[in-house]
Structure formats: structure tokens, C-alpha cells
């Protein structure tokens, strides 16, 4: 993370907490600290190792932060989500054929995939069953560990970069941003090898109905309140629509669409430009026919 968008506070003292100077979703300089969740109530095993987390709020774009949860003292907490991963397989298998049928309606013939943040690799394990080149990446070693040896797919414990120069035509980035302390250089990257490998890429991050998490966060007796406290120190940033948007949007997203799935509801947008070229090249050609037409139907004009 770029050291100037992070205030560096002394961790140790409540109330002095790291947090982020600009907003991670939207990149303006408006973010309050509202308060510091103590986890003792919620996570009790866990509230040994994490001090009193800050909860910040972007008044610009309504994007929450717990920036704390990818702070080096919190990797032991941010990983090794395995068994959380396998209470979700049944789910994540259907969300994820769900997805792979939306992208071939809505893409050029997809033959390889590259997930990041793949865990097992429940999705990539459907994408291999259509016949489909899969690769994934994600940093927690046991889950990886897990879907390769059980799978049989290609997939990496490391963190993906597009320095890795990997050839696909669908990149998939599926909850994941809102675990990483810098989601910007991970859209920078996606943006770069999406547009160098003329591919297709959908994002997405969890976003609450109402587009905020402001309602469930006042609502302390509420089990909303209670759920996305648990989230914490998972999930870091807690997008709102606009502000998930907003940092797309500062990447060359060329289309953004809501792609409908019963998981991830509105959080979800796809970079292309494989499409977006080829739709240029199709009205191009029109114009090229029209051109064409006129010219072999107006032999009269000589100076045409
Ligand atoms: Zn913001």
C-alpha cells in the first residue's frame, strides 16, 4: 500500500488505530473514524490477538473501513479459511455455474479463466467440468493446497499481479477486493492484463441492499448488525454501491453492468475490451458496406 494513503498511527492505543487517509473506494480525503469495534462479544478466540478495531466511514461515497484486518498482526486471521470455504461449497458451486453461463451470454468463446481470490476452487472446478482452462490464485495456502490435491487444477497460494504476464479470456475477481487493504493497485492490475490480454474481467464485492451498510450499523440490536460485525477483520472495505463504482470506474471499465446472479446481487461489473473493439469493428464494417453500397448504386456520379 502507497505509505501516503495510509495515516500511520501508533497501533497499540484504542482510539489511535491505523486507518485510511483517503478513501479506498472513492480516493477523497473524507473519512471519519465513527468508533472502534472490540470483538470480545462477537469472537471470543479471536479478540485475544485483535486490539480494538476503527471503523471509518467515507462521507463521500458511504464506503466503511477496518483497515486493521490486513495489518501484518491479522494474516493469521485473514487466512487459513478453509473449513469456511467448505461450509459454502454447495452455494458457491451453483453461484458459480450461474456465472460461467452469464459470461458465455455475454462474451466471445471463453476457453481460459483466471480467478483470483479462488479459494478451493469450487468455481474454477465447475469451469474445468465445461472444458475450460482454469488457473487460480489465492494466498491462503490450506484452501489451495485443498483444491489442487482434490480438483486436480491449477492453482497458485501466491498473490496474482499482471506482472505475471498470464494469457485468459475471462478474468473473475469474486468477493475478494473487500479482504485486500489495497483494492486500487488490485483493479490497477486487472484493469492492465485485462486490457492486454483483450479479455473479459467481473468484479464483484458484496454490497447490502440498501447500498450501505449505515442502516445495519445504527441497528445494534438488529442480526444484520451482528453479521457484518462478524465480518470483522475479514473484510476491510465495505463498499457502497457508488463507491465500488467510483473505483472501477478510475480504471477503464468500459462497460459496467449489473450482471444478475442470486448471490452477489448488485456488486458486480465486468471490464472489457475485447467486445468493445470488436462492437467498433462491426460498425466500422457497416459504414464500410453503406460506403460500398452507394458507390456500386450510383454509377451516374462520376466524381464520387
Ligand atoms: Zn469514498
Same mark, same amino acid.
Given at each position: 500500500m502507497n505509505a501516503d494513503k495510509i495515516a500511520t498511527?501508533?497501533? &497499540?492505543?484504542p482510539g489511535n488505530g491505523q486507518h485510511y487517509?483517503?478513501?479506498?473506494?472513492?480516493?477523497?480525503?473524507?473519512v471519519d473514524i465513527l468508533g472502534y469495534v472490540d470483538l470480545k462479544q462477537l469472537r471470543p478466540g479471536l479478540a485475544d490477538r485483535v486490539p480494538p478495531i476503527p471503523v471509518a466511514r467515507c462521507?463521500?461515497?458511504?464506503t466503511y473501513t477496518t483497515?486493521?484486518?490486513?495489518?501484518?498482526?491479522?494474516q493469521g486471521a485473514a487466512t487459513n479459511a478453509l473449513n469456511f470455504h467448505l461450509s459454502l461449497e454447495k452455494r458457491n458451486r451453483e453461484a458459480g455455474r450461474h456465472l460461467l453461463n452469464q459470461l458465455n451470454n455475454y462474451?466471445?468463446?471463453?476457453?481460459r479463466i483466471l480467478e483470483i /481470490?479462488? /479459494?478451493?476452487g469450487f468455481l474454477l472446478d465447475e469451469a474445468r467440468k465445461k472444458g475450460l482452462h482454469v488457473v487460480g490464485y489465492d494466498i491462503d495456502e490450506q484452501a489451495v493446497e485443498y483444491g489442487r490435491r482434490t480438483f486436480g487444477i491449477d492453482l497458485r497460494s501466491e498473490l496474482w499481479c499482471s506482472a505475471k504476464n498470464e494469457h485468459f479470456d475471462a478474468l473473475l475477481c469474486i468477493?475478494?477486493?473487500?479482504? &485486500?487493504?489495497?483494492p486500487e493497485s488490485m483493479v490497477e492490475n486487472i484493469a492492465r492484463s485485462v486490457a492486454s490480454n483483450d479479455a473479459v474481467a467481473v468484479l464483484s464485492v458484496p454490497i447490502y441492499p440498501e447500498g450501505s451498510i449505515y442502516p445495519y450499523l445504527n441497528d445494534v440490536k438488529s442480526e444484520d448488525h451482528f453479521n457484518i460485525f462478524r465480518l470483522v477483520p475479514w473484510h476491510t472495505i465495505h463498499f457502497s454501491d457508488f463507491g465500488f463504482r467510483a473505483l472501477v470506474g +478510475?480504471? +477503464?471499465?468500459y462497460n459496467y453492468i449489473s450482471i444478475p446472479t442470486p448471490l452477489w446481487g448488485g456488486g458486480m461489473m465486468r471490464f472489457e475490451r475485447g467486445e468493445s473493439a470488436q462492437r467498433l469493428g462491426r460498425r466500422l464494417s457497416l459504414l464500410w458496406k453503406a460506403l460500398i453500397k452507394r458507390f456500386r448504386y450510383a454509377p451516374d456520379k462520376k466524381d464520387f
Open positions: 498511527i501508533d497501533w &497499540l492505543e487517509r483517503f478513501c479506498p473506494a472513492c480516493a477523497k480525503d473524507t462521507r463521500f461515497c458511504d483497515i486493521s484486518a490486513c495489518n501484518e498482526k491479522f462474451s466471445r468463446t471463453i476457453r /481470490g479462488c /479459494g478451493p468477493s475478494c477486493l473487500e479482504h &485486500l487493504e489495497d +478510475r480504471h +477503464r471499465a
